[in-house]
């Protein structure tokens, strides 16, 4: 039995990395103490931004994943391109409002963030510097959390400094975690992404343990100067 389109472009989403990402920003709000329904706006508004990202990748890639990762549902022709281009449009027109009605500070913050990750994605992915978009994306959410409010009205307390930098450094560290899967096929489309280029150096099995080290420090790092300095 063929798989029905609506799965197909669920999967084309990347939906764990939308879902995984979702949840830690409402966990994150939860946390700050932000009350129940702007946990709720925080969670829609980065699941359907990562779903955008997702679809941009698997559209950005399509040529590639024919060669290398034929099993995608853009690469075997299963889902048309047409219709993720329709999804993607539709979930443009619906993450700009879900953005703003965090507050115009954040919803700036977050929309900045997925222009720099698709970006990034499309001009720095087989790239040395790869981790540039990640840093640069990943050092919007403490804005976007901290600014954030209900119906458009936010607060105007800016994120600390530690916190976006930490947020940066995560960035990296999820950038080498994500990217190890698929460093074979990177190699063999020709590509030269940082993790690529670390795992050529020291082996995959050695960037792992240390991408996987230096994500959790920084994790604790994170959750540290939370509950010292504060995300505002």
Known sequence: MPTPPALLLLRAAHPRQALATATALATAAA????PLREVALVAATVLVGQSVLGWADDLADRR???????DKPLA?????????????SCA??????????????AGLAYLSLLVVSAAGDWLLH??????????????????????????????????????VGLAALLGLGV???VALPGLV?????????????????????????????????????????GRSVGLT
């Not at 590639?64 to 034929?70: A, F, G, I, N, Y």
């Not at 075997?76 to 993607?88: E, K, N, Q, S, Y």
């Open 92 to 105: 443009v027109l619906l993450v700009v409002p879900l953005a703003i009605a965090n507050g115009r500070s």
């Open 175 to 177: 950038h080498l975690l």
């Open 64 to 70: 590639s994943d024919r060669r290398h990762r034929p």
């Open 126 to 163: 087989a790239r040395p510097v790869s981790l540039l978009p990640w840093m640069v994306s990943f050092s919007f959410y403490p804005a976007f959390l901290a600014y954030g409010g209900w119906d458009g009205v936010g607060t105007t307390t800016p994120p600390t400094p530690a916190m």
């Open 31 to 34: 946390v700050a103490g932000r």
């Open 185 to 225: 096929h990177d190699h063999e489309a020709g590509e030269r992404s940082l993790p690529l280029v670390l795992a050529l150096r020291i082996g995959t099995p050695r960037l792992l343990v240390a991408a996987g080290v230096f994500t959790a420090l920084v994790v604790v790092a994170i959750l540290i100067t």
């Open 76 to 88: 075997d022709d299963r889902l048309d391109p047409g219709t993720v281009w329709f999804a993607l």
